[in-house]
């Protein structure tokens, strides 16, 4: 009964901007680190960025200054915002727990091309 909601993704320029957004349920989710992944076609999923149970957060060297990863505890919503896109950003982004990936949503597509 885990369920992610993955929404917000769509087509930017180089440079442009996009605010992802996640609905989680089916977990406690206040308690939890939770984490923003991405896969690309023919590449592995990666962890992107992680926001603790107290909102400390970490993220991957190639996104550190440009993505900015937040929740809402009383909503139950993960974020994600991305600033600078780069063409490298095109993936799908997933929302998923830190602890285990039991299992994934949909995901958004986000693509970045001019």
């Known amino acids: 009964q885990v369920q992610f909601v993955e929404s917000g993704g769509g087509l930017v320029q180089p440079g442009g901007s996009l605010r992802l957004s996640c609905a989680a349920s089916?977990?406690?989710?206040?308690?939890?680190?939770m984490g923003w992944y991405r896969q690309a076609p023919g590449k592995q999923r990666e962890l992107v960025a992680s926001?603790?149970?107290?909102?400390?957060?970490n993220y991957e060297n190639s996104v550190k200054g440009r993505f900015t990863i937040s929740r809402d505890n009383v909503k139950k919503m993960l974020y994600l915002q991305m600033n600078s896109l780069k063409p490298d950003d095109t993936a799908v982004y997933y929302c998923?727990?830190?602890?285990?990936?039991?299992?994934w949503g949909q995901g958004t597509q986000v693509t970045v091309s001019s």
């Open positions: 089916g977990f406690f989710f206040r308690g939890l680190n």
């Open positions: 926001i603790s149970s107290a909102s400390s957060t």
């Open positions: 998923n727990l830190i602890i285990n990936q039991n299992s």
